[in-house]
């Protein structure tokens, strides 16, 4: 059974760093797209990170040049890390998996999702 777990979330101070894994069972992860998304209260979805298969990466404007997706296909893991950390950043994040071929980070496009993690960023 496809499973995605998620984990590394917290409180931190703003300019602090966090590092989000996603932990993927029942499938292996080779030529799959994965993201990152997260819903801060009262807003929609946002693709946050992606990466294809193949390794490309995607990223929000929002987050470019602080945060970095990874995958380790051996450990079956994905990361995220998250770099200077600001209060905006404040939301639930969750990992996702897309059809391999993927190239994008749009959330109706991922169809299995982790049940998410918790990050606060104080000010």
């Known amino acids: 059974q496809l499973q995605l777990v998620e984990s590394g979330g917290g409180l931190v101070q703003a300019g602090g760093s966090l590092r989000l894994s996603c932990a993927a069972s029942?499938?292996?992860?080779?030529?799959?797209?994965f993201g990152w998304f997260r819903q801060a209260p009262g807003k929609v979805y946002e693709g946050v990170s992606c990466?294809?298969?193949?390794?490309?990466?995607v990223y929000a404007d929002s987050v470019k040049d602080r945060f970095a997706i990874s995958r380790d296909n051996a450990k079956n893991m994905v990361y995220l890390q998250m770099n200077n950390l600001k209060p905006e950043d404040t939301a639930y994040y969750y990992c996702a998996l897309s059809e391999p071929g993927t190239t994008g980070c749009s959330p109706r496009d991922y169809s299995h999702w982790g049940r998410g993690t918790q990050v606060t960023v104080s000010s």
């Open positions: 029942g499938f292996t992860l080779d030529y799959y797209a």
């Open positions: 990466i294809t298969g193949s390794g490309r990466t």
